[in-house]
């Protein structure tokens, strides 16, 4: 039983190369473009939070910690319920 688990790994090439059919490495102006629109909200709320720091419900540093690891909920979150009236 021992041989046949071994020849099973070894019949698995863990170092064959890449996967064939995912094509070519993206190249171009969307490698830079597209990271820019994932981080730019972020920044933007993480600014607004820095220009008004009086904030509901939460901290500034909570609401700074959940825009910037909330992806998009967060920021949505951040405008609906963590904004204060003076914004």
Request: hydrophobic share 55%; proline share 10%.
């Amino acid at each position: 039983m021992t041989a046949a688990v071994g020849g099973l790994v070894a019949g698995l090439s863990v170092f064959a190369g890449p996967p064939v059919g995912l094509g070519v490495s993206p190249s171009g102006p969307w490698v830079a473009i597209v990271p820019l629109i994932a981080v730019l909200p972020a920044v933007l709320c993480m600014v607004d939070i820095a220009r008004h720091p009086r904030t509901r419900q939460f901290p500034p540093q909570i609401w700074l910690a959940i825009c910037a690891f909330g992806n998009v909920f967060g920021l949505f979150a951040y405008v609906r319920f963590g904004r204060g009236e003076d914004a």
